[in-house]
């Protein structure tokens, strides 16, 4: 995350931007996502998986470099496996993501919470995923009622998640 966009508080931002909330252009995650990862704020322009049960993509995109992007996996909601886990954190903070957030379950929580990346998930689950590779990558996805599209703006801390039409400023 830039120090630009680390200084950047949900709050405020909703605050500073309230005609963009009207319009729909700024829009706010349900508050149903528990944090996990070392970085309790994360920043960074949206990239969108759309799969179920099934992680294989999530590993080939972290994988890629991040470039301060943060990964939103459309799981479908499934509280039956886990999408990500410890191995992808690490993969993801080596890579250079500012962080994930899953429509769907962790696993290895102590391993996540001890990466420097922020994560937010719906639970901890510790049945792992099949791995086949199947979904859609860079897709518009929805989750729980809000429309995300690759290269939207993501902005999380404590207080909620945020998806931005663009890059937005205090």
Known sequence: MSETSASLLTC?????????????SLRVLPPVFLSFGAKSQFAGPAATLRLF?????????????GQGR??????????RCALVGGN??????KNGW????????????AEINACQ???RALAAMPV??????????????TIA?????????????????????????A
């Open 88 to 93: 992808l954190a690490v993969l993801a903070e």
């Open 117 to 119: 990346i922020g994560v």
């Open 12 to 24: 405020d931002l909703c605050d500073a931007h309230e005609p963009l909330l009207a319009k729909g």
């Open 70 to 79: 943060v990964l939103v996996i459309d799981g479908g909601g499934s509280l």
């Open 128 to 141: 792992r995923s099949v791995k086949k590779g199947g979904g859609e990558a860079e897709v518009t996805i």
């Open 98 to 109: 500012a962080g994930i957030i899953v429509h769907g379950c962790v696993r290895d929580t």
């Open 53 to 65: 049960e099934d992680n294989g993509m999530v590993r080939s995109t972290l994988e890629t470099a």
């Open 145 to 169: 009622g809000v429309r995300i599209v690759p290269g939207q703006w993501i902005y999380a801390d404590a207080d909620g998640v945020l998806v931005a039409d663009q890059a937005l400023h």
